[in-house]
């Protein structure tokens, strides 16, 4: 199986550093946006290990046996991250979001903790793969929020699950059929609180991948880009 890929990290407009990371691992079919928190150079640390790792440690493999040894090597992190912010000089958390798309023959793995999405563009629709770890996200499954609201509300920000939050993690995962033509896109909150589903459907139906990154993050920049964006977008050839 081929894939075309591509990928890029901007600080975006408003912050000072970027938190965020990616790994492209195209050869092995894997790849991974983090979004690190905690401010000054702990959200690096933590997104970086976490691509590191994966990088370093999530070998080929069946969709499932690499979804699990995904989740384990992440919970892994997360102790380690608990234990750094515990033994810091800094109170507070280390932490990162994360989502990693894999491939096989015919079937993908998403496996996810946080806000960061996943989506699979498919005979012109578009489906979100993933769903947020978020209090809004909860809220408006409460049907205490509206939907459209949620992206202004003022805790929209708010993570419910992180890598590195809390002692235990448990990373979320799915699986679902792939084929030649589909296109995944891959993002921090960065890209997806600026741009609307549409309009990624939009753009990457009439582009190439590296046409769509570049079209995605120029959209994301001329709306102020308040956050660190990351964005990746592979195609199933
Ligand atoms: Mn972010």
Redesign the pocket.
């Known amino acids: 199986m081929r894939f075309l890929s591509a990928g890029t990290t901007h600080v975006g407009l408003k912050r000072q550093h970027n938190?965020?990371a990616l790994l492209d691992a195209r050869e092995r079919a894997l790849w991974v946006v983090a979004?690190g928190?905690g401010g000054h150079e702990a959200g690096d640390v933590a997104a970086k290990m976490v691509v590191d790792r994966l990088a370093q440690e999530l070998s080929e493999g069946s969709v499932e046996d690499r979804l699990e040894k995904a989740s384990a090597i992440l919970e892994e992190v997360n102790g380690d991250l608990v234990t750094m912010a515990q033994g810091g000089a800094k109170s507070g958390t280390i932490g990162t979001?994360v989502v990693g798309l894999v491939i096989d023959e015919a079937q993908f793995g998403i496996f996810w903790a946080g806000?960061?999405r996943a989506y699979r563009v498919r005979d012109g629709a578009i489906a979100q793969l993933t769903r947020d770890h978020s209090l809004v996200q909860d809220l408006v499954e409460a049907g205490m929020l509206a939907f459209e609201d949620a992206e202004h509300h003022p805790d929209a920000?708010v993570v419910t699950r992180a890598v590195g939050a809390k002692e235990m993690l448990k990373v979320a995962t799915r699986t679902g059929d792939t084929r030649s033509g589909d296109i995944f896109v891959i993002a921090?909150?960065?890209l997806t609180k600026v741009v609307e589903k549409f309009e990624i459907l939009d753009i990457v139906t009439s582009r190439n991948p590296m046409q769509s990154v570049d079209a995605l993050l120029e959209m994301t920049l001329q709306r102020g880009a308040p956050?660190?964006?990351t964005i990746q977008v592979i195609r199933v050839g």
């Open positions: 938190e965020d979004d928190m979001t806000d960061s920000n921090s909150d960065g956050d660190n964006v």
